[in-house]
C-alpha cells in the first residue's frame, strides 16, 4: 500500500460526459501527479500540482482540468469525453520538494476510466 | 524513433536467472526513473537516476550519461519479479518521456 489513496476504482461513462478523478497524497507528500496510461500510447504525465499551484504540465488535452485543494487532495476533471479518453488514470504524489520528478514517487491504484 | 526506447520488449527466464533491461535515450536528459508495473496495474517507483549506479536488494540500475543508456539488472530473479519495467527520461524541468516498458516473465 503506497498511502496514495484514488477513487473511484473504475468508472464508465458515455461521449460526451464530465466525470472528476480524486486523488488523495501520502501524508506530508505536497506534490501530486497524475498520468494516463491507455493501451495504445503507453503511459503519459498530464500534470503537477505542488501546494495547490500548477508547477508542471505534460500532455494534458484542454479538455482536461485539474486541482489542488488546500488539504492537498486533487480532483482530476475530464470532460466532453471522447471513446479514446478510455485509460488508467493514476495519480501519484512525492515528498518536500516542489521540483518535477526529483523525489521517490508513490502511485496510486489507478482509477480505470471506460468510455462507451 | 522513439525518444526513449526499451529493450527487450519481452523477456521470459527461468528462476535464479540474471536479468537485464535496456534503456537508451536521444536527447539530453536531467535524471531518468524506472518503475515496475505489476500485473494488477499497480506501479511503483523502483530507481531514479542522474549518475552512476544504485542498488536495493537483488535490484541494479546503472545510467551512463555520454552514452544516453541505462540498465536495470535483476540478480537471483525470482517469479514475484514478473512485471512490466518502464524507463522514463526526464528532459529539462518539465518534460517527462517514457519508454514502451518491457514484460518480463520469470518462470519457476
Known amino acids: 500500500d503506497s498511502g496514495v489513496t484514488q477513487t473511484p476504482k473504475h468508472l464508465i461513462t458515455a461521449t460526451g460526459q464530465r466525470v472528476t478523478l480524486r486523488c488523495s497524497p501520502r501524508?506530508?507528500?505536497?506534490?501530486v501527479y497524475w498520468y494516463q496510461q491507455s493501451l495504445d500510447q503507453g503511459l503519459q504525465f498530464l500534470i503537477q500540482?505542488?501546494?495547490?499551484?500548477?508547477?508542471a504540465k505534460g500532455n494534458i488535452l484542454e479538455r482536461f482540468s485539474a486541482q489542488q485543494f488546500p488539504d492537498l487532495h486533487s480532483e482530476l476533471n475530464l470532460s466532453s469525453l471522447e471513446l479514446g479518453d478510455s485509460a488508467l488514470y493514476f495519480c501519484?504524489?512525492?515528498?518536500?520538494?516542489?521540483?518535477?520528478?526529483?523525489?521517490?514517487?508513490?502511485f496510486g491504484p489507478g482509477t480505470r476510466l471506460t468510455v462507451l | 524513433k522513439n525518444e526513449v526506447e526499451q529493450s527487450p520488449q519481452n523477456l521470459t527466464a527461468q528462476e535464479g536467472e540474471f536479468i537485464t533491461i535496456n534503456c537508451s535515450y536521444s536527447?539530453?536528459?536531467?535524471?531518468l526513473h524506472w518503475l515496475q508495473q505489476h500485473p494488477g496495474g499497480g506501479i511503483v517507483s523502483l530507481f531514479m537516476l542522474s549518475s552512476g549506479k544504485k542498488k536495493h536488494g537483488r535490484l541494479i540500475a546503472t545510467i551512463n550519461i555520454q552514452e544516453k543508456h541505462s540498465s536495470l539488472h535483476i540478480t537471483a530473479s525470482h517469479p514475484r519479479d514478473s512485471a512490466v519495467y518502464i524507463c522514463a527520461v526526464i528532459q529539462g524541468a518539465q518534460k517527462l518521456v517514457f519508454g514502451q516498458g518491457t514484460r518480463l516473465t520469470i518462470n519457476p
Open positions: 501519484a504524489s512525492s515528498g518536500p520538494t516542489g521540483g518535477a520528478w526529483t523525489d521517490t514517487q508513490y
Open positions: 501524508s506530508g507528500d505536497l506534490s
Open positions: 500540482y505542488y501546494n495547490g499551484e500548477e508547477r
Open positions: 536527447v539530453g536528459i536531467s535524471a
